[in-house]
């Protein structure tokens, strides 16, 4: 099966005036038709930033981006504004985690989601109202009727998400790209959102890209998991694979980090990542690994199989360090 | 002691610069005994916040009574609650912006002793304020350092080191680990943890987290718009949740499992909570509830104990 999306040693960073922040460095993976895919990392993990990357999204020029982007073997990196234009939102949509910054505060609702299909389908105003009253009606907004009139500020949390929803999925994208779309809302909320992501993508048959910082929330909602730490992959593996054999310390530990119910002292992490405006020599995880080689220190490792699908960045994982 | 450390009676707070005015807590009642944790759970906007600041008077409440040690602080004098406060400290959500940016962590910390006039020279501030840093694994060098040189989870030891400045009994921990990476949220826990033990404190941990909650907590209290539906030992209330509203939540809590087959990921409540202003008759949970019946809508349930400590305010019970 060929990939749908495909990204080969993607590298980001930011130039600032104390020097170079190291957002991404060298990442990939790649994504198939139909799949879900999980992309976990904590706060500065650099996950974000791998996603703002892929439709190039960021608002200051001051970022370099450089690997290859391939989106059905075309490097999304190479092309030009219009033409990329052309992609976003029509072949690869994207929520955001805060419904509310991404939405125009002075627009209505209808209004918002209407826009697209003015500019890129030409559509007469009774048309694409009734299109806009469609898709507000798929994601699950009741009275959607009332809703069209409304204003963000006018909306709860799962709402205005809803509503980003449907302004993603207006061109039915292959691709959806989620960057932690329940962070802010409740439990409650949030499994209705994540239902209605998972209903929508069977309908579309979409892609979905899910970043996220919560791993309990991938078990039961993505096929594979990719984990980032310090702008790395660290581990890759479908998602019971990685639950019940994870391979890479980083993964084990944070694991092990959550509540099991048994009352214990939670294993924690000691130390902190690292720093992203320093370039890294050895294994990123080196200064919190209780079991680092000589090797770590010296030479950062790269993604070892295991098992087919089973990849992880560390040394204890080479085959030589099994004799 | 004949009393508990804290006790809520009938609470009910109202924002009343609005019309309709906004009921944010409503007959809300519990009692918290000495070296307990208590968690408290609930959805935003449900009012946990808001009761432990008036809790700490800072927001004077409608209806109702706070006492603490057997002392009511409705209407206590000012140099009454400052004396209580001594005894009753808080941590915040976001220690970023609990924490004065213009001032060093020793300023911050000796703040406490200049207001309440503790020692009377700057050795015995000094000495105290190396022991509190030490206590919440600190080094001695981060005196000097500004709150915007510390890492989040440092600003957080800095808030917990100056909660104890002044050897509190009760905590009131305002979701000190939702705003933290879940490697430092271990962390946190592990020091609440052993905090509690070296120092003989009582806690209340306001929390969305149901797994640390387990972890942490001797009780659990749920609360839904405003007011306490269900309060019960910590394993009661996991293994036998009563009312509709904690079962829904419970049965949220992403299992880690994939043995036990893949976990799904299910609606379990419809619709979203109303919003506090309002106007309600019945049962607040009763518009989402899937057991609700007729009498749920008119009237309004009281808070029952249906076995020892386990509280429900539900007509099913």
């Keep these: 099966m060929t990939a749908l999306l495909e990204v080969k040693n993607l590298r980001v960073s930011f130039k600032t005036n104390s020097g170079n922040i190291y957002a991404v460095r060298g990442v990939d993976f790649s994504l198939y038709p139909n799949e879900t895919l999980a992309i976990v990392g904590e706060s500065g993990s650099g996950k974000s930033a791998l996603a703002l990357s892929l439709l190039r999204l960021f608002s200051t020029t001051s970022v370099k981006v450089e690997g290859e982007v391939l989106y059905r073997q075309q490097n999304l990196l190479t092309f030009s504004e219009k033409e990329l234009g052309n992609i976003r939102g029509q072949e690869i949509g994207m929520i955001f985690q805060d419904p509310m910054s991404f939405l125009n505060p002075t627009m209505s609702i209808g209004k918002q989601i209407m826009e697209g299909f003015y500019y890129r389908k030409k559509m007469t105003r009774l048309a694409a109202k009734e299109k806009t009253l469609e898709l507000l009606h798929k994601v699950g907004i009741p009275r959607a009727s009332y809703v069209f009139m409304q204003y963000p500020h006018e909306l709860s949390g799962g709402m205005k998400q809803r509503v980003m929803l449907a302004i993603a999925l207006a061109f039915s994208p292959k691709l959806l790209i989620a960057d932690e779309p329940t962070t802010a809302l409740d439990a409650t909320i949030q499994a209705q959102v994540l239902s209605l992501l998972k209903q929508l993508q069977q309908e579309n048959g979409m892609s979905l890209l899910f970043i996220t910082h919560d791993l309990s929330l991938v078990a039961g909602f993505c096929q594979r998991v990719v984990v980032m730490y310090a702008g790395k992959i660290v581990e890759s593996a479908p998602v019971e694979e990685l639950f019940l054999y994870p391979q890479h310390p980083y993964t084990k530990r944070l694991l092990d980090a959550r509540p099991k119910g048994d009352g214990k002292l939670l294993h924690e992490i000691p130390g902190m990542p690292p720093n992203p405006r320093q370039p890294l020599e050895g294994c990123a995880f080196l200064p919190r690994c209780h079991n680092p080689l000589q090797i770590c220190l010296e030479k950062s490792p790269p993604l070892f199989s295991s098992e087919e699908k089973h990849h992880s960045a560390c040394w204890h994982q080479d085959p030589r360090s099994f004799v | ?317």
């Design chain 2, 1 to 317: 002691m004949n009393w508990p450390l804290l006790e809520v009676k009938n609470l009910s707070l109202h924002f009343m610069d609005k019309s309709p005015f906004i009921k944010v807590l409503r007959d809300l009642s519990f009692s918290l005994e000495e070296k307990d944790i208590l968690g408290l759970v609930g959805e935003s906007g449900c009012g946990k916040s808001t009761l432990a600041k008036t809790i700490m008077q800072l927001y004077i409440p409608t209806q109702g009574d706070i006492v603490f040690e057997g002392k009511s602080l409705i209407g206590a004098s000012s140099d009454t609650l400052k004396e209580v406060r001594k005894k009753l400290q808080m941590v915040f959500q976001d220690p970023l912006s609990s924490l004065n940016p213009r001032m060093t962590i020793k300023e911050i910390l000796r703040e406490p002793f200049v207001i309440h006039k503790i020692y009377g020279n700057k050795l015995q501030e000094t000495e105290r304020i190396v022991e509190l840093l030490e206590l919440v694994g600190l080094q001695e060098s981060y005196m000097q350092a500004f709150p915007h040189e510390l890492s989040g989870g440092q600003r957080q030891r800095v808030g917990i080191a100056r909660a104890l400045a002044l050897r509190p009994k009760l905590i009131l921990c305002d979701e000190p680990i939702a705003a933290l990476d879940v490697s430092i949220q271990a962390q946190m826990v592990n020091l609440l943890r052993h905090l509690y033990e070296k120092l003989q404190l009582t806690y209340l941990f306001i929390s969305h987290d149901l797994m640390m909650v387990r972890h942490l907590c001797t009780q659990v209290a749920v609360m839904y718009l405003g007011t306490l539906v269900e309060k019960a030992p910590v394993e009661e209330l996991y293994l036998h949740p009563k009312h509709p509203y904690t079962e829904a939540l419970l049965s949220l809590i992403p299992q880690v499992e994939p043995l036990k087959g893949k976990t799904k990921i299910h609606e379990a409540v419809q619709g979203e909570s109303p919003h506090p202003s309002q106007a309600l008759q019945g049962c607040v949970f009763a518009s989402r509830c899937p057991k609700a019946t007729s009498l749920c809508r008119e009237k309004i349930p009281a808070l029952r104990e249906i076995s020892p400590k386990h509280y429900v305010r539900c007509h099913l019970y």
